[in-house]
């Protein structure tokens, strides 16, 4: 009788433990997370995510007030809704929720299949169990048939409290270093600070990825720079005349400093356009020949060739006449104006360089032009 009574007990102590831990409530399971826009220039790092999620007994409990399984699902919906769009591959998988308390169990939630924050998100809401044992090692094993044919990179980002069997997990990533060498990254994410050591420890395993605390991440600034470190590497153009164009879209790289530059990065001169048949410089020509003057005071190491143009009425060698005297009648404007003469020089370009079609007069009247090439010496 003693003996039945001591196991009565025994059962009764530990389905009260356990009740006790499922029964603790998070703060509040809403979640009115509003991601940060995450925008271009980028290239994807990675071509698949495998997310797995602990959902064993240890996530039962809280942490500052906050259910771990819960915070845990918002960290993961968290991640998918910052994403940028990407041509990538998802899955989810989770180790514990089970309704046997002792039991090792990992399952295949979602995927892997093309991306879906949607559909990822209705998969977590159906992980409502924290409880079994810690299978982190058995989850990491399974990734291995999960993807069987891996094509492109696969990062394993694991949401976790760190509570875990250090031997078999090591075991389980030097298992996945073998199948896949340097195909592979993880990234714990780590909700009990105090664990976060022991997931170092296996992360340099992996030899690729880092640890993050969760806290750290949850905000949605926090969370827009962990998204960039994990599926992304930004482009960092370079502007090397500093026009605000980056040097892989700006046709003209070498534009002085202070030039106004149109969407290519060529300098905009402004309305230096002439009359037809004439090379006489307009009134409104000023303010833009004075704006050139200003730029070559400030920029004493720049040499210009001023290219006349014309639109294609009259004869070649006329327009070609022409083209050299509109060159001429804005260079001796800007020696005028104090620029020196040994710091230009002209040229005519007749009607061999349209910028616009000349079937229309409106088109002709931009054809009839000067145009300016800094030289840099």
């Known amino acids: 009788m003693a003996v039945k009574l001591n196991y009565f007990f025994l059962t009764l102590f530990l389905f009260v433990g356990i009740s006790g831990c499922q029964t603790h409530s998070p703060k509040s399971t809403a979640d009115s997370f509003q991601p940060v826009e995450i925008k271009g220039p980028y290239i994807q790092r990675t071509d698949n995510v495998m997310f797995i999620l602990d959902a ?25 809704t910052t994403m940028p769009k990407m041509h990538i591959k998802s899955a989810l998988r989770t180790f514990g929720h089970t309704s046997r308390p002792t039991q090792f169990r990992t399952d295949l939630v979602y995927g892997p ?56 997990t090591k075991r389980a990533i030097l298992s996945l270093k073998e199948k896949f060498g340097q195909q592979f990254s993880l990234y714990p994410i780590v909700i009990n600070t105090k664990n976060k050591k022991v997931m170092e420890e296996m992360t340099r395993i992996a030899e690729q990825g880092f640890v993050a605390r969760a806290e750290d991440i949850f905000s949605p600034e926090d969370m827009a720079t962990y998204v960039n470190k994990v599926f992304l590497s930004r482009i960092h153009h370079k502007d090397k005349d500093g026009d605000g164009i980056a040097d892989n879209k700006d046709s003209c790289p070498t534009t002085p400093a202070g030039a106004r530059v149109n969407i290519s990065g060529c300098w905009v001169l ?38 006349g143009h014309t639109d294609y009425t009259g004869t070649s060698f006329h327009n070609y006449e022409l083209s050299k005297n509109r060159a001429k009648a804005v260079m001796n404007y800007l020696i005028r104006k104090g620029i020196s003469s040994d710091r230009l020089t002209s040229t005519g370009y007749g009607s061999t360089r349209p910028v616009e079609s000349n079937k229309s007069e409106s088109g002709k009247a931009l054809n009839r032009r000067v145009e300016l090439k800094p030289i840099h010496k």
């Open 113 to 168: 299949k093309k991306h879906s924050s949607d559909e990822i998100g209705d998969a977590i809401k159906t992980i409502s169990r924290a409880s079994g044992m810690s299978a982190l090692a058995k989850a990491l094993l399974a990734v291995k048939d999960d993807y069987d044919n891996l094509s492109g990179h696969l990062s394993i980002i694991v949401v976790t409290d760190g509570e875990l069997m250090r031997a078999p």
């Open 270 to 307: 402004g309305n230096i356009h002439f009359n037809s048949d004439s090379w006489s410089i307009r009134e409104e020509m000023y303010p833009f020949l004075d704006e050139i003057v200003a730029i070559l005071e400030n920029n004493p190491n720049l040499w210009m060739e001023v290219q």
């Open 56 to 80: 064993s007994l240890s996530m039962a409990k809280s942490i500052d007030g906050e259910n771990k399984l819960e915070y845990a699902k918002k960290i993961i919906n968290r991640i998918c």
